[in-house]
């Protein structure tokens, strides 16, 4: 049975600094939002007046796939809309990484160091975007964090590993994942397919 995915990340209108700290994380609001669905393999584009629709694609596939989903995009969709984003299953590979290995790693150093590729900015540069009004530029650089993240959870998937860069020795190192969500069922530990 052939699961609809669902890779997704979204940008902010204001940073942590202008609602008071991580802890109002809620206030942070929604600039723009961008998903991967493998029924149609497209890109869906969602403004900030679409969050209603956005959250109605994540709630209604089998798994939605992202990077640090469940601790910063989920909570900010919650402050839009009001209550809490209920996806059927999430894999949030950063998640599933920091448990794996006790620290956190980069989105931007996991795609480097396995795929050979970089994001083109940051989330403070698209805040300055959305500052100016060039959503254009949002646009296109949360499609390119969507793509940086499927293709890492495409390797991923289908080679059990993905690379980091240990800073302590100086040289790659793998680790180990198991992103295989055909015919997966959840953990009971969140953010976990297996």
Known sequence: ???RIVVFDLETQRSFDEVGGREHIARLGVSLAVTYDYADR????????????????????????????LRFDYLVLAGVLGRPVR?????DMLDDI??????RVKLDSLAYNTLGIRKS????????????????LIRDYCMQDVDVTRRLYEFGRDNGYVLYWDRFTRSK????????LFGGRPSRQMGIIV
Do not use: S
């Not at 584009?45 to 640090?68: C, I, K, M, R, S």
């Not at 996806?87 to 894999?91: D, E, G, I, S, Y």
């Open 121 to 136: 900015a940051d989330g403070l540069q698209a805040l300055q975007w959305w500052r100016e009004g060039r959503i254009d």
């Open 42 to 69: 497209a890109f869906h584009v969602y403004h900030a007046h679409e969050v209603p629709q956005l959250v109605q694609a994540l709630e209604t596939a089998d798994v939605v796939v992202g990077f640090n989903v």
């Open 87 to 91: 996806p059927r299953r999430t894999l």
């Open 173 to 180: 190192k793998r680790v180990p994942v198991n992103w295989r």
């Open 1 to 3: 049975m052939t699961q």
């Open 98 to 103: 920091h448990r794996r290995l006790g620290f």
